[in-house]
């Protein structure tokens, strides 16, 4: 493997690899945060791994570093093949891949040593910010460039998820690594206008076009419906863009902005509804490949979780719900659900299907990977059902009168089972790591290689008006 | 509808950018940044601490900022957009592990701080907060003027009156334990002085108000009760000796007095906002029962009539003693939310406290430690009996 390796498939595989290598770094340091919860003295007091610095080192990692590199890597795969050409450039692709993995890992650094921006979601400080634009807009142009050499004529909708996405997240942070002018409230709803840009248009587009692609092939049937597909992504960039002031709805902001995101919160609910609706009823009558592909497993779990999550965001974004559970740790439920849960599997789900297809190498053990699935389907559904009731037990307490400190005692128990739960999510990650290290060494069962995929194209253009069992 | 690249791309990046102008740029533009009456420029130092805050991710477990439905810590005044105008980056935060410290200055001493951060455990065992030890004696410093700064101009008028209490009460601790005693207990009023535990300690009073006190006390008064909790090493004047309380005595009611208003300029904090009062009497039973060795709970008046106005409706109003007239606040306009911080509630006893205690100004404490006695020479108004 050379440095900037120019074979094809091989940038795909390398955004992957670096994907599965970030998650087994970044839950060890959500276990490590989640154990100080527990038992604040365990680690003794290091300034390095004092829980204020692990925790943007483990979000951190975790969205830019697992979710992102996974689902990029997806990408490279799925633009050139439903475009029926090749990647514009592995070379440049592989460029950015090194750039990408300086951005996550020098944000590491940083961060354990005390350097951070301070803004939630957007802790990198401005020499990171510069470097992610640049490897973002480095992407942007190998993927626009592989988009202009289609041999397909329509372009399917993972690859305007994705494509959307690259530009929309180089524009946000540009906005947000611009910091320096903005003071006390105008800096906080920057803040949150870029932090749930985050989520709304950089982790759950690369998500939802992995879906888009995962799905329906690994299912061997077209997509539902093209129509709702359209109306997702229109709606998708229309409301999820105006939701950032959610964060802040019982701050002293101007109430006309709060209006502004809690009405868009829920209408973001046509976006999430049209997607559930579209690929689930592209797997109606088809269930059963669940069983058969842990790509699909993982990726069809993802958008029930994404259902969950998105259900859960709308609802916590009314004033009235978010009384209650603003500042406890059903939030903190909540952004599991959505990024362990929802883009986690999915991104697990790029990595067994897609790394077989860019390598030829089948999946070192599928009976390991579905080993993995069940822990962090554990895991996962553990962290909500425990950090949601934990919240509850303080929202209503805090409404209640009970001072903070008073109810600290009876949150121990919750995160005693949190750091429980988050341990089967790092063997889970572990075993993802070693997984995929023994496929790319060719320890997987010796099989032909695998056929060239399908093209979705066909399928789609055959269904375009007509799906199958209309 | 067919989907280019060009629409796709184009199209939803208009559609983003008008949402940056929507929701980002036009606020920004249309928000007045006028400074609300507390908010001030930070000192160098406190910018420091700022930084030492940022740099060691306070803000993931403390947020600034209180919310109208919100009680407990600093809810005396729901925050204000004025409040942050000098705030660069924002520390709103988005989860409440920690109390909310927007309004944390002043609310305790220096050395109270110092000792939390050494290990938060010492102060308040309950807490979760990591050890700050590892900070060097110059980041805690800074860290520590940062955090008697929140709250702005009303936490500079809590940080002057701890400064001033601190000066008198230091020079009492300095005479010895009894002088220190007595100087204590003069500045709790009469009526709590010598009113008793209306609730009698039984085993199980005793039990809760051992809980109680492991939870809030045991830190700076430590397991006998003889102010040598892990704390205590940072603290001056030091916590409290309860075990010498058996020879000077000290009634039900001054206990409950002291832990619901805390003392002012020692790092005794209050404890109003979080304990209840019959937890505050189990709590003053338990400390009378283990440490002092007696306890006047259950000895008349007990019960509800111990916590009523001791007035007889057929007799004249007692005269008002030296100390009710209200000591001169450093700014007028801050009165009202000074005294609210104080505890200027109502309270069990009838009358405003908080804001009728006497001040060093007035009895000149630091020159002249005034016995109890001497401090308030009325004998105990006759209580009504059931």
Redesign the interface.
Known sequence: MRFLDDQPGSAARNWLLSGAVWMSTGVLFGLLAAI???A??FL????AL????L??SHFNTIIFGFLSMSLIGAGLHYVPHLCATRLYSDKLANAAMWLWNLVVLSGIVTFLL???????YGEYIWPIDILAVITLLLLAYVV?RT??RREEP??Y?SI?YF??AL??TA??WA?MGG?GA??????????W?FGHNIFG?WVTPLALAVAYYVIPREARTPLYSHTLS?IA??AL??FY??T??H??L?????AW?KV??SIDSVMLLISVYAFCANVWLTLRGRLWRVEQSIALKFVFAGTIWFFIVSTQGSAQSLMGLQ?LT???NW??GHAHIGLLGFAGFIASGAIYGILPQVTGKPIYSAALANFQYWLMLLGTGGFAIVLTIAGLV?GSA??N??????V??ELGVY?VARAVLGTFVVVAAEIQLWNVTLTLLGRGPKREPLEPAISLFDQQLVEGQEPEGA | MQMTERAFAIGSLLILLAAGVGVGFIPAWTTEQKPSDIARRRTPLEARGRQVYIQNGCTYCHTQYIRPQDWDHGAVRVAQQGDYVFDRPHLLGSERTGPDLSQEGGLRTDDWHRAHFMNPRFTRPASIMPQFRFLTDGEITALIAYVQSLGGKMADARVTRQKMWHKALAAAFARGTDANFAYLHSLVPEQWRTMPNPYPPTPEALARGRFIYEQSCIGCHGNFGDGNGPAARWLYPKPANFTALRRIGASGGLLYYQIMNGITGSSMPYFKTELESEKIWDVSNYIAVSFIGRSDGNTAPRGADAALEPVDPHAPPPPAPESVTAPPLTSPALQPEVNAARGGMPMPGGGRQGASSPTPAQTGPAQTLPSPRHAHPRPAPERRRP
């Open positions: 100080e919860m527990a604040p003295d003794g007091g290091y300034r004092v829980f204020g610095r925790r943007p005390g350097y951070t921006s301070a803004h939630e626009f988009i202009a329509l372009i909708v305007w494509g959307a530009l929309w524009v946000t906005f910091t903005r003071y006390g409230l105008n800096d906080a709803v920057w803040t206008f248009l359209l992504f229109w960039i229309t863009s105006h950032g002031t964060h802040l019982q701050a002293p902001v101007p902005q502004i995101a009384r603003h500042f406890t939030t903190v303080q805090w409404l009168g009970e001072a903070l400190y008073r600290l005692p995160m």
